[in-house]
């Protein structure tokens, strides 16, 4: 049978876009020892956490810094992919990444598609950026209101139930940010972590608040494939938290970046330090009894 040559271009590249695919597939400890090479998603619109310096070109900030300390713990090279918030959770899924370090909420939804690292390296809640003219004061202000958000975030559909606010859901940071400056929505929906890490620029502070009380407070996981559930990678990154945790690391990576102190980060130092009976009250790996604390 003879095969056009349409045909054979068309195997040509679905092979070698299997070859590449294969190749960034999630792996386990051992291979990417092997590979010498560490796959990190983080996010690219994220000021502080994850984001693109303007005058580099590369993807800065606290989260890609924790990647490279895994890197080098490991002796391998650092790659960072740059993911959305609704790109991340099939990064790891689809094998984009080995890992990924991504401001990601730990939900039970998420437990279901992903493999979630504990201890938790990080925490935050929901808050409100909007015009100081808008004058919000309680959440129960937001009915029947449009509110901007990014797709992907866990408590969009909070937010619309519990306060009948009308979320407008874009695809990224930078587009809810733009919508918001342009008026199209009243208030922007976000971690409050990151509307007081924008607060500190005058271009927000001159016109925005953060006018709420937080609500939602979830912790942030590292995330891997499932397949990975109990194997080497993942006992590896809960010991590597448990002593970011333990030496104070997370809060030295987070002042470093001028990140407003964390009271999770320093509860779980507290905890991680914590001894009874001359034994670490949360013991040296995570296990059915480790306090939920210490989580």
């Given amino acids: 049978m003879m095969t056009s040559k349409s045909t054979i271009f068309s195997l040509v590249l679905c092979s070698t876009f299997f070859m590449l695919s294969m190749g ?22 994220v000021l502080l956490w994850g984001f693109q310096d303007n005058t580099s070109g590369k993807i800065v900030g606290m989260e890609p810094d924790l990647a490279q300390s895994i890197a080098n713990d ?5 790659e960072l992919v740059g993911v959305l918030t609704a790109e991340r959770i099939d990064a790891v899924k689809h094998g984009q990444v080995d890992i990924l370090i991504a401001t990601l909420t730990d939900t039970p939804e998420r437990q279901k598609e992903l493999n979630l690292i504990t201890p938790h390296y990080y925490s935050s809640g ?5 015009r100081k003219t808008e ?7 937001l009915k029947n209101r449009r509110v901007c958000s990014r797709r992907g975030a ?9 306060y009948g606010a009308d979320v407008v859901a874009l695809y990224s940071n930078d587009r809810s940010k733009q919508a918001l400056r342009d008026g199209r929505c009243a208030a922007l929906v976000y971690d409050d972590m990151s509307i007081a890490a924008m607060l500190r620029a005058p271009e927000w502070a001159n ?18 494939a499932p397949t990975e559930r109990g194997g080497e990678l993942e006992k590896y990154l809960s010991k590597t938290i448990i002593n970011w945790h333990r030496s104070g690391y997370l809060q030295q990576v987070e ?22 009976d001359n034994k670490w009250l949360c013991g040296d790996s995570i296990s059915p009894s ?6």
């Avoid at 866990?154 to 519990?162: K, L």
């Avoid at 016109?207 to 891997?224: G, K, Q, R």
């Fill in 135 to 141: 004058n919000f004061k309680e959440w129960t202000d």
């Fill in 24 to 45: 960034a597939q999630a792996t386990s400890l051992a291979e990417i020892k092997q590979r010498g090479k560490l796959i990190v998603g983080v996010k690219r619109d």
């Fill in 290 to 295: 480790t306090p939920k604390e210490c989580l």
């Fill in 126 to 130: 929901v808050n409100l950026l909007t």
């Fill in 207 to 224: 016109d925005f608040v953060m006018p709420m009380t937080t609500i939602f407070t979830s912790p942030w996981s590292i995330a891997i």
């Fill in 154 to 162: 866990f408590y969009n559909r909070q937010v619309t139930v519990t």
């Fill in 255 to 276: 002042k470093s970046w001028a990140i407003p102190p964390s009271r999770f980060l320093n509860d779980k130092h507290k905890i991680w330090n914590k001894k009874v």
């Fill in 74 to 78: 490991l002796g391998v090279k650092l």
